[in-house]
């Protein structure tokens, strides 16, 4: 059995492609009247509506509920990881837990293996990440994603577990690679959206692309990260999707700002509060990252976005 913690759209996505192969799945969700719904009426009709879920998937509130020594895939909002950990950190304990979330911890500047370690030391460690949207998934559209584990053997484990005939599993011990990659791609995510919600063209938002993975590596390699990871599915890969789909919340949140118009406050956009950790902990470690620093100053107003662009475009010339 394989347990998935998280019934929002990512979470049960993954939990049903898990599910449609016939392995027995166990969705947790937070709140009892959700789950009961779920079980009810066989799908989530709040973040997938119109995805029937398979018969081997069922729905509990009780966290406590989890079989013993199953794997648990944990998929909540990077910012709600460590209240999460700390509400249910005995149900947690001595498992192999898997972060299914993409961030950079606004208060601590910590990534979510850090956290997972921090908070359930007894735990082992992992992370899937990659380019994914939750629709395609649920809907048995194929992709790849990237699973990191430190312990090659359990990682190996792993990839076999969640491996189903539309999710193909890559797996590698780079831990740090792998949620760098998929962390920075939202922040460069949103600089797209904003220069295409500026109407500055396919050009400019290629030219931008680019650079940002420059600048992803830049910070990861810096941090420890192997450089194939960053060119996988977890840094380039995602990068890609995230940056060309307004299915990316990150980016709609970008063409938005681009356009100057109001953003859904209900919708989780994981680049922002990445944005400002990152580049907190970029100015400590001296590393150049101008285009999150653009970012940041159009989440706090502090420029405009032809102000941005006016200061991005006269950087020194210098060699790519």
Partial sequence: MITVAGSGAF?????????????????WARDPEQARLMQQSRENALRLPGIPLPDSLQITADIGSIPPETPVLVSVPMQKLRDMLIAHRAALSGRTLVACC????LSSGLGPIAILSDLVPDSIPAILTGPSFARDIAQGLPTALTLACAEAEVG???QKALTTP????????DTTGAELGGALKNVIAI????????????????ALMTRGYAEMQRMALALGAQPETLAGLSGFGDL????????????????????????????TVEG????????TRARTMKIDMPITAAVVALLDGTLKLRQAMDMLLSRPLKEE
């Avoid at 993409?102 to 911890?105: A, I, L, N, R, S």
């Fill in 240 to 267: 890609t999707l995230t940056c060309t789909s307004e299915q990316s919340r990150n980016y709609r949140f970008g063409q938005s700002l681009g356009r100057n118009a109001t953003f859904d406050p209900t919708i």
């Fill in 102 to 105: 993409k961030g950079v911890e």
């Fill in 166 to 173: 539309n999710l193909r599993i890559y797996r590698t011990t």
């Fill in 156 to 158: 190996k484990s792993l």
């Fill in 272 to 279: 922002a509060a990445t944005a400002h950790a990152v580049l």
């Fill in 11 to 27: 979470g049960t996505a993954l939990a049903i492609s898990l599910a449609s192969t016939g392995t027995p799945v166990l969705l």
């Fill in 191 to 206: 600089a797209a959206g904003a220069v295409m919600g500026a109407g500055l063209g396919e050009s400019a938002r290629a």
